[in-house]
């Protein structure tokens, strides 16, 4: 067959489709918590006729979206979708059926919603009504775009990521390597893609600015405070005027000067980092930075409760003897899933804890 440039068509496979559907899905990049991010796409004869992705919590679930896009054409074709669709009326209809009125044929689905009130729900659904339906076609890259959905699912938490940076001589750094904060650099994206950030002590004395991302249309982060054993806090203005509301986390009354609306005190009975992490949780936060500057944040590290880190290597040679060699004493952990990337004029290295 040839397409209309003249090229010849190739039968596209079921992982095209769904590597597809993650793609879409990655535009609401930010913005769906504590949603999914989610693509789907529909395909009749091999042709795609419609797609959509979920912009927003509240708002329609993808498949409603492709399916609009597809019309009629939607009849007797394939539905593919990043994630299972759902079964309930939530904030929303079904959009089980919504795919049963469309009279979609097949649904090909990347994995299984770790929402209690989905999961597998949507597939006995469809199958009940006579579609046919495949689960698991790229899977891992289905969840990889929603690791921290799938975790607080699982645990009531945030996905914790741990940020830092480090001198070639091993020092752990107060600043960002050259152009992360930029449009398109990795912190830019991080603050766009992340619910929340956790501001340790060198944000406060102002000697870093508060993390923003400045992608175009990006989400901005909410800043959290942890402020433990504090009666007062001086906010600096770059806090207290940052576009990002802050939520102070405290255990007992607290004085938070300036006063704004942009920032919100919330008491914990029993703070600690348990405490923190399910309040964080119970309030749709499905990932969390937490962005070391200093020594500080790093009991978070020895609990267990970071999933994964990013290091930035940055190519300054520190010189400082006293520096703190950050991380020292904790315990001996491994990491897997290891990426590499060479970004403006630093090295990251990502990986998971086990
Ligand atoms: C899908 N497609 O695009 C999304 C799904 O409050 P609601 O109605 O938006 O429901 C939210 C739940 O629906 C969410 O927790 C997840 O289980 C599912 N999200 N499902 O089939 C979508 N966003
Ligand atoms: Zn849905």
């Not at 959009?95 to 929402?115: F, R, S, W, Y």
């Not at 107060?174 to 002590?201: C, I, M, T, W």
């Amino acid at each position: 067959r040839r397409g209309l440039s003249g090229a010849v068509c190739i039968k596209m496979d079921d992982s095209f489709y769904m590597r597809r559907c993650v793609e879409i899905a990655k535009k609401a990049i930010g913005c769906t918590s504590p949603n999914p991010m989610v693509g789907c796409v529909i395909v009749k004869d091999g042709e795609i006729v419609g797609q959509g992705f979920h912009p927003k919590a509240g708002q329609p679930h993808a498949e409603v979206f492709a399916l609009r896009d597809a019309g009629k054409l939607a009849e007797n074709a394939t539905a593919y979708v990043s994630l299972e669709p759902c079964n309930h009326y939530g904030r929303t209809p079904p959009c089980t059926e919504a795919l049963i009125n469309a009279k979609i044929k097949q649904v090909i689905i990347g994995m299984v919603d770790p929402n209690p009130i989905v999961a597998s729900k949507g597939v006995e659904k469809l199958k009940a009504s006579g579609i046919d339906v495949i689960v698991g076609v790229e899977e891992m890259l289905c969840q990889k775009l929603n690791e921290a959905y799938i975790h607080r699912m699982h645990t009531g938490k945030p996905f914790v990521t741990l940020r830092y940076s480090l001198s070639f001589d091993g020092r752990l750094l107060n600043h960002l390597g050259r152009g992360a904060d930029q449009p398109g650099g990795y912190y830019s994206k991080l603050a766009q893609e992340y619910d929340g950030f956790v501001v340790s002590s060198g944000f406060l004395t102002g000697a870093s600015a508060p993390p923003i991302s400045l992608e175009p249309g990006a989400s901005q982060p909410l800043h959290i405070i942890i402020a433990r054993n504090m009666t007062s806090l001086h906010l600096p203005s770059a806090i207290a005027d940052s576009s990002s509301r802050t939520v102070v986390i405290a255990e007992k009354s607290i004085h938070v000067e300036p006063k704004s609306e942009k920032v919100e005190i919330v008491f914990l009975e029993q703070m600690n980092l348990n405490s923190v992490l399910d309040y964080c949780g119970r309030r749709g936060l499905c990932s969390l930075v937490l962005d070391i500057r200093d020594d500080d944040g790093l009991e978070l590290l020895e609990e267990g409760f970071v999933q994964k880190v990013v290091m930035e290597l940055c190519p300054v040679w520190s010189g400082r003897r006293e520096a703190s060699l950050p991380f020292l004493g904790m315990k001996q952990r491994e990491l897997k899933d290891l990426r590499l990337e060479v970004a403006n004029e630093s090295v990251l290295v990502e990986g998971y804890f086990s």
